[in-house]
């Protein structure tokens, strides 16, 4: 899968979560920004479906900003 497609959706998810227009940047903070498990759980379960099973609940704790989830979405991505 292409990373700028996976950023293209994620962004969209991302947006729709934390509510807001704003594009995120790279170093934002799921958390700081608003988020919280059952945002990180709408994003995980409206992932179109051929993203599903790229990001896991953990990915958000573990990884916690925007580039950090990204990369990890694409890395999984890379292993399919």
């Not at 509510?19 to 903070?29: G, I, L, Q, S, Y």
């Not at 498990?37 to 958000?60: H, Q, R, V």
């Amino acid at each position: 899968m292409n990373k700028e497609k996976i950023r293209i959706v994620f962004t969209q998810l991302w947006q729709m979560a934390l509510e807001t227009d704003d594009e995120p940047a790279e170093d934002d903070d799921f958390f700081d920004c608003g988020g919280n498990s059952y945002k990180a759980f709408f994003i995980m379960t409206n992932l179109p479906e051929e993203y599903k099973g790229l990001l896991e609940m953990d990915d958000f704790y573990d990884y916690e900003t925007f580039s950090g989830i990204l990369n990890r979405m694409a890395e999984k991505s890379a292993q399919v």
